[in-house]
């Protein structure tokens, strides 16, 4: 049974584009190279060969688990989500109660997660912490560097 993965709209079709990218750009240079490299001869002795099949190989391991991921992927209408609690997909504004430091994150789907955009992992534990609480409620998250204490302070879309 596949893993259900959450996108909006634009993660679901930076997806589709690279697996595009995989089957038309990059499918065809590894046959390319597989061919250049059986042209220089005996097979059996040939690195280049050996390499660009490996490479292959693993193109296509790529491209199955992206079609994999497209085929079990959900959209969601983030227009439609509940703004009382967190959710995947939430911009939540919160205070670490110990420094006193607001942070404003963005809970996404794994692959969308980039901290330079604030886009936290769905799973990472503070996302895990989050989810299902509400503006007011106190978030104790187990971290690597301890326990750690957050306020909601507000959760739009």
Do not use: C, W
């Amino acid at each position: 049974m596949r893993d259900i993965k959450y996108y909006n709209e634009e993660g679901l079709n930076k997806l589709k584009d690279d697996l595009h990218k995989l089957i038309t750009v990059d499918r065809p240079a590894a046959s390319a190279q597989i061919a250049e490299a059986r042209d220089k001869g005996d097979l059996s002795e040939n690195a280049e060969y050996d390499a660009a099949k490996e490479a292959q190989g693993m193109l296509e391991l790529k491209i199955a688990k992206l079609q994999d991921t497209i085929r079990s992927a959900r959209v969601i209408d983030e227009s439609k989500l509940d703004t009382t609690k967190v959710y995947i997909l939430s911009h939540v504004t919160i205070l670490n109660l110990k420094t006193k430091t607001k942070m404003k994150y963005i809970i996404a789907p794994e692959r969308e997660a980039d901290i330079k955009k604030a886009k936290i992992s769905v799973d990472s534990p503070i996302a895990k912490g989050l989810l299902g609480k509400s503006v007011g409620d106190i978030a104790e998250i187990q971290v690597p560097a301890g326990k750690m204490s957050f306020e909601i302070l507000e959760i739009t879309r």
